[in-house]
């Protein structure tokens, strides 16, 4: 629900954290921080402009959408490295895929 104020259109912190997926307490931290744009704080109330927001919103999205796309790109590469004996890779506890370069055995030396 937006909140028409001094000519503008506003949405509350509730409904950012609502739309965006992110925690209350992380959609006001980002706020203090400027992270998140047209936050404004009315007295002891924190809004967001919705055009602004709105602006913000979309340019994440795209740079999510660039990192997921290169992380997808680095994945694969690490799977041909992988397949090539350059690494090793395992499951963790959380589904997670992890990638390793085995550290090399120290080959022992001869003192002349």
């Known amino acids: 629900m937006t909140i028409s104020k ?4 506003f949405i509350s912190a509730q409904e950012v954290s ?3 997926g992110l925690d209350l307490t992380t959609v ?3 706020a203090r921080s400027g992270e998140i744009l047209g936050a404004v704080w009315n007295e002891t109330t924190l809004l967001f402009e919705l055009e602004e927001f709105e602006e913000w919103f979309e340019q994440s999205l795209y740079y999510a959408v660039k990192v997921d796309g290169l992380l997808r790109e680095l994945q694969g590469l690490l799977r041909t490295l992988e397949e090539k004996g350059f690494c090793t890779s395992y499951v963790d ?3 997670e895929q992890l990638w390793y370069v085995p550290t090399p055995k120290p080959t022992p030396r001869t003192l002349h």
């Open 6 to 9: 001094w000519g503008r259109e």
């Open 28 to 30: 006001y931290q980002m």
């Open 93 to 95: 506890s959380d589904g």
């Open 18 to 20: 609502d739309y965006t």
